[in-house]
C-alpha cells in the first residue's frame, strides 16, 4: 500500500498539462510558481513527498529564494532524503540568476548617472556575501559601463595592492572613470575609518593616473551609503 501511495505522489504520473517541466517547456517559465521552478531543479521527490510537496517545504521554511541562497547545510537537515548535490544545484541556479544582471548591463552598456543605478545592479549579489568583495566599476566618457571588475576577497585594510590592480584594469580596459563597491557582511553601511582612508587613496591616486574616481558605494542589507551622495567625493 505504501508504495502505491509513493507512486501516485510522483509527478512522472500526473497529467502532462499539470508537470512543472511541461508546463515550462508549453508555456514558458514566468508561468510557473516558485515551487514548480524549485521542483524542476530538485528534479525528484524523496519518500513520500513528490518534487512539488518537497519544494513547497522548503519554500515554506525559507519563505524566499534569496533566503535560500545564504543558508548552510545544517539549516537543511530537516528535509530527509534532500543531498548535497540538490542543495548545491539550488545555490547555483540563485546565482546564476544574480550574475545574469551584470552581464546584461555589460552587454548593453548601460548608463551609469547616479549611485543608485549601481546599487540596482550589484546590489542582489553583494548583499548577502559573507565576506567582504570588491567591485570595480569601469566607465567611458559617455559613463557608459564597459567592464564590472572583481578584485576578489579583501579588506580595505590591504588598500594599496587593491588600488594597483583598480587602475591597472581600468587602463586595460580604457576606462576614463570608475566606481568602486563593496559590501559590508554586517548589513550596516556606515563607513569605517579603513574606509574613509581607501577612498581617500583611491581618490588622489584617480587624480594622478587620470581615471576619475566618481563614487565608492557601500553595500549594506538592502542598503547602501555613497561617498559621492555624502559630498565628499568632489571634482
Not at 513528490?50 to 513547497?56: E, Q, Y
Not at 534569496?66 to 547555483?92: C, M, P, Y
Not at 575609518?193 to 587620470?210: P, S, V, Y
Amino acid at each position: 500500500m505504501e508504495k502505491i501511495l509513493s507512486n501516485t505522489k510522483s509527478i512522472k504520473n500526473w497529467p502532462e498539462e499539470d508537470r512543472p517541466r511541461e508546463k515550462l517547456l508549453k508555456n514558458g517559465e514566468h508561468t510557473l510558481s516558485n515551487s514548480e521552478l524549485l521542483a524542476i531543479l530538485l528534479r525528484s521527490g524523496v519518500k513520500g513527498q513528490s518534487a512539488i510537496d518537497l519544494a513547497r517545504k522548503i519554500l515554506q521554511k525559507f519563505k524566499t529564494f534569496r533566503n535560500l541562497s545564504h543558508t548552510d547545510l545544517v539549516q537543511w537537515k530537516e528535509f530527509k532524503g534532500l543531498g548535497i548535490a540538490k542543495i548545491a544545484q539550488i545555490k547555483a541556479a540563485i546565482e546564476i540568476g544574480r550574475r545574469f544582471r551584470e552581464d546584461e548591463v555589460k552587454e548593453n552598456q548601460l548608463k551609469i548617472e547616479s549611485s543608485k543605478d549601481v546599487v540596482d545592479i550589484l546590489m542582489p549579489r553583494m548583499r548577502d556575501l559573507k565576506k567582504e568583495v570588491f567591485k570595480i566599476v569601469f566607465l567611458n566618457s559617455q559613463n557608459r559601463i564597459i567592464d564590472i571588475f572583481d578584485t576578489g576577497e579583501g579588506t580595505v585594510n590591504k588598500a594599496n595592492p587593491i588600488i594597483r590592480e583598480i587602475f591597472q584594469k581600468a587602463l586595460q580596459n580604457y576606462a576614463t572613470s570608475l566606481i568602486c563597491v563593496h559590501n559590508h557582511p554586517s548589513g550596516k553601511t556606515e563607513p569605517s575609518k579603513e574606509d574613509r582612508d581607501f577612498t581617500e587613496e583611491l581618490f588622489k591616486a584617480g587624480k594622478i593616473m587620470q581615471v576619475g574616481v566618481l563614487d565608492h558605494v557601500i553595500i549594506g542589507d538592502n542598503e547602501y551609503y555613497s561617498f559621492a551622495d555624502d559630498g565628499i567625493l568632489v571634482h
